[in-house]
């Protein structure tokens, strides 16, 4: 999951702030994943904890921050994968598919801490549940993927749904063979693109773009 760290002139000093203690909870998270505790930030911010919380309220705030900022740099790198030219539709969800893994490959630690509670019960603080802040996270990227579909496939009666179910099917597949990927590294990342590929080219390898759009 890439980190962005563009920012314009128009932003105000409280924006300009609240990407700087961003950028280093990130460095934080690189280091420590799921352990990355309010208290590392805020050192390596160089600020008090009662000051992070004045500007993300706890870690709960803090992680959907992070997670906006992640999925952001995310969803900017598939929809260019999807936009980019290719031979043939099989190419492009290659692609696609190819662009997630790499993604949470390159920074597995942030992957982890958006992800995955810590290991331990101490190392969890008191009233964060990783599992209830991803949950939204994976929704949108449903939801965005689902979009796509829509606008690029001809799926005929019931489309909209249609193309709803399978973003957040091809995300979840996309999630949970990553995530035990990961882990394990059974195979190589182009193998398992090629993979997952096999797995969804049925009813998508037949259905027909669009008329007047960028084709899927």
């Not at 801490?113 to 994976?138: C, K």
């Not at 590294?185 to 096999?198: F, T």
Request: aromatic share 6%.
């Amino acid at each position: 999951m890439d980190i962005a760290h563009r920012t314009t002139d128009r932003q105000t000093p409280a924006e300009q702030r609240r990407r700087e203690l961003l950028e280093a909870a990130d460095r934080v998270v690189l280091r420590d994943g799921p352990k990355a505790s309010m208290n590392a930030i805020a050192a390596e911010a160089g600020i008090t904890k009662p000051i992070l919380y004045r500007h993300f309220g706890d870690k709960g705030g803090l992680y959907r921050a992070l997670a906006i900022r992640h999925t952001d740099a995310l969803l900017a790198a598939l929809r260019s994968a999807l936009d980019a030219p290719a031979p043939d539709r099989r190419r492009r969800v290659e692609a696609t598919l190819d662009t997630y893994l790499t993604s949470i490959e390159a920074m597995p630690q942030v992957y982890r801490f958006l992800m995955h509670p810590a290991e331990e019960p101490h190392q969890t603080e008191q009233g964060f549940d990783v599992g209830r802040h991803s949950a939204p996270l994976l929704r949108r990227m449903g939801e965005e993927l689902g979009q796509v579909i829509a606008e690029r496939v001809d799926l005929g009666p019931g489309a909209e749904v249609q193309a709803r179910i399978w973003g957040h099917g091809i995300v979840g597949m996309m999630h949970a063979a990553g995530d035990w990927w990961l882990g394990e590294r059974p195979c190589s990342r182009a193998e398992l693109v090629r993979s997952l590929a096999d797995l969804l080219w049925g009813r998508l390898a037949a259905a027909d773009d669009l008329p007047g759009g960028p084709g899927f």
